[in-house]
């Protein structure tokens, strides 16, 4: 399952990646049958309305948020499906070092409409998907969610967060050519010969 990211061009920095365990489904521990082809799965959209979908998002990075804030990892790791809580809060404290070191802000996610690139989708392995970025200043927080569905409930799976620009950066100007001096010939004309005084 690949990654994608809105913005062409965008040169993004990957802060996290934390896709752990697998879900699999009686028919992807079935062999196919020698005699058949196997059939190739699609995702399917998520019966999710919009309401909900902001929530998941923005408790997700609100959570991750507070934990880097704090350096406690604790209610991350309890809010997630039980192959996200394999890990310990000190391997999460550990995973998100860089984030938590360079101070990033998600605060935001809070007040801002998030720009969805994938909407929510149902993936072969019933993980419920979901890729944005919320715009904002100065950089553009981007990220790819996963859930797994826990007694009725989604549950944090997967999170992957990076930060890119707001806007698209021109390219630099290329340098000017260095100046070259003209001479017209009226400049280097010879001067006129003094006239003799009378």
Request: no cysteine.
């Given at each position: 399952m690949g990654?994608?990211?809105?913005?062409?061009?965008?040169?993004?920095?990957?802060?996290?990646?934390?896709?752990?365990?697998?879900?699999?489904t009686s028919a992807q521990q079935t062999p196919p049958q020698s005699h058949q082809a196997?059939?190739?799965?699609?995702?399917?959209?998520?019966?999710?309305?919009?309401?909900?979908?902001?929530?998941?998002?923005?408790?997700?990075?609100?959570?991750?948020?507070?934990?880097?804030?704090?350096?406690?990892?604790?209610?991350l790791r309890d809010l997630g499906a039980p192959a996200f809580q394999v890990n310990t809060?000190?391997?999460?404290?550990?995973i998100f070092a860089k984030q938590r070191g360079e101070k990033l802000d998600l605060s935001g996610v809070a007040v801002i409409d998030p720009q969805l690139s994938l909407l929510p989708q149902i993936e072969p392995n019933g993980l419920l998907h979901i890729a944005g970025f919320f715009p904002s200043v100065p950089s553009q927080v981007n990220f790819e969610l996963l859930f797994a569905?826990?007694?009725?409930?989604?549950?944090?799976?997967?999170?992957?967060?990076?930060?890119?620009?707001?806007?698209p950066v021109a390219p630099s100007?290329?340098?000017?050519?260095?100046?070259?001096?003209?001479?017209?010939?009226?400049q280097i004309a010879a001067p006129k010969p003094a006239v003799p005084a009378k």
């Open positions: 990654l994608r990211w809105l913005g062409a061009g965008l040169a993004l920095l990957v802060v996290a990646l934390l896709i752990f365990g697998a879900v699999t196997p059939q190739q799965q699609a995702a399917k959209p998520a019966n999710i309305d919009r309401n909900g979908v902001l929530m998941l998002i923005r408790s997700t990075l609100l959570a991750l948020d507070h934990a880097n804030k704090t350096g406690n990892y604790t209610v809060a000190a391997k999460l404290a550990e569905p826990v007694e009725g409930q989604w549950r944090v799976f997967g999170v992957s967060l990076s930060v890119g620009q707001s806007a100007a290329p340098e000017p050519p260095p100046a070259k001096a003209v001479v017209s010939q009226k």
